[in-house]
């Protein structure tokens, strides 16, 4: 049986301590349960709530440190781009280029993402359906890149609230061999925090096993030692001493 593909990682780039940190347990991860988990952090949150929000460090120092961090304990990489210039430079870095779920119908973004030859895992937009997400796909595969991941993460329900209607990842296999579910942000609470995102990570497990049972293939799990503390997304990262678990569950 194919095991499935896992992304996880902090949501930012909060320091290199906190890379290691996170790295370490997942390469530890790989080695007992022989998988190949993919590292995922971000260096420029550009669509943080308030202006004060923390971004990362930028776009060079956020990708010497993923690359430092590829170097150091032989982990594929994911990292998000915002900007169509982004993409040529982090596509020399890492291994899978994702786009941000409110930019996957931003055409040269999708293109200039494509054209790097790297893995492109798009999200679902919070306003679209599974069958929407055959034009983002079509825009990259035309743009000379067959290589497209999609990822579902919810749909927005009313004000600063999530639903996931699961029968979208059988509706994007459709159109990609490869259907993630993002089980940390679909549980967020977005803008419902006092100018920050809320969420309720107590369901990020059964967002998991749900979306297995609909034909899953892939799961995506932000998480950091203490997201209490996180500079962003704290309330739906996972602890990362309970990764194990939900990973276990999947396996």
Same mark, same amino acid.
């Given at each position: ?131 929407? *997400? +055959?034009?983002?796909?079509?825009? $990259? %595969? ?5 290589? &497209?991941?999609?990822?579902?993460? =919810? !749909? ?15 509706? *994007? +296999?459709?159109?990609?061999?490869? $259907? %993630? ?5 679909? &549980?967020?609470?977005?803008?419902? =925090? !006092? ?16 979306? +297995? ?39």
């Amino acid at each position: 049986m194919n095991k499935p593909v896992i992304i996880a990682g902090p949501c930012v780039i909060e320091s290199m301590e906190l890379l290691q940190q996170v790295a370490a347990e997942l390469l530890r991860l790989n080695q007992k349960y022989q998988l190949n988990i993919i590292f995922k952090a971000s260096f420029d949150k550009a669509n943080r709530t308030s202006l004060s929000s923390f971004r990362g460090p930028g776009l060079e120092k956020g990708l010497q440190m993923l690359s430092d961090i590829r170097t150091q304990y032989g982990l594929r990489i994911l990292t998000d781009v915002h900007e169509s210039y982004q993409a040529q430079a982090a596509g020399e870095v890492v291994d899978v280029l994702q786009i941000p779920a409110f930019l996957c119908r931003q055409t040269d973004l999708l293109v200039a993402a494509a054209r790097t030859g790297k893995t492109i895992n798009i999200k679902k937009a919070q306003f679209l359906s599974g069958d929407d *997400m +055959k034009y983002p796909v079509q825009k $990259v %595969i035309e743009s000379g890149n067959p290589n &497209v991941w999609l990822t579902e993460r =919810g !749909n927005m329900m009313g004000y600063n609230n999530l639903v996931v209607d699961f029968r979208n990842i059988p509706l *994007m +296999k459709q159109w990609t061999d490869t $259907v %993630i579910m993002d089980c940390t942000h679909a &549980v967020q609470r977005p803008g419902g =925090g !006092n100018g920050c995102t809320s969420g309720n990570r107590e369901y990020v497990p059964m967002m998991a096993l749900a979306a +297995k049972a609909f034909g899953a293939n892939g799961f995506f799990f932000e998480t950091h030692p203490n997201p209490e503390a996180a500079k962003s997304d704290g309330p739906n990262m996972l602890f990362l001493q309970d990764l194990e678990e939900v990973v276990k569950s999947l396996l």
